[in-house]
Nanobody, 127 residues
Framework: QVQLVESGGASVQPGGSLRLSCAAS????????MAWVRQPPGKEREGFAT???????RYADSVKGRFTISKDSPGNILYLQMTNLKPEDTAKYYC?????????????????????WGQGTQVTVSS
């Protein structure tokens, strides 16, 4: 049974930093694509960072240069380092696993490629 458990969400001030973690079990972690996805209040889920089985990374323009996705394959942990947080980063953050990550021509993560999801962790950026 696949389990993805996010942690690290918190309330922070604008300009602050956070690191989210996603502990994975029940799947071949080193062989899957992983993504971070967020859902702001009242909006749809948005995938913004992916890391492939070979370590290739890609980011949405909204987080490029501020967020870093990484993974510890032996430990089956996915990370998201977030810096220079903005109020518009307020959302529930999810990790997701799938086979064959893809992005649309418009620069969006194809969420349908991810079959397993965690329950999410809340990040609130406010002064």
């Amino acid at each position: 049974q696949v389990q993805l458990v996010e942690s690290g969400g918190a309330s922070v001030q604008p300009g602050g930093s956070l690191r989210l973690s996603c502990a994975a079990s029940g799947l071949p972690f080193s062989s899957v694509s992983m993504a971070w996805v967020r859902q702001p209040p009242g909006k749809e889920r948005e995938g913004f960072a992916t890391i492939n089985s070979d370590g290739g990374k890609r980011y949405a323009d909204s987080v490029k240069g501020r967020f870093t996705i990484s993974k510890d394959s032996p430990g089956n942990i996915l990370y998201l380092q977030m810096t220079n947080l903005k109020p518009e980063d307020t959302a529930k953050y999810y990790c997701a696993a799938g086979y064959g990550a893809s992005w649309s021509l418009e620069g969006r993560v194809e969420l349908a490629a991810y079959s397993d999801w965690g329950q999410g962790t809340q990040v609130t950026v406010s002064s």
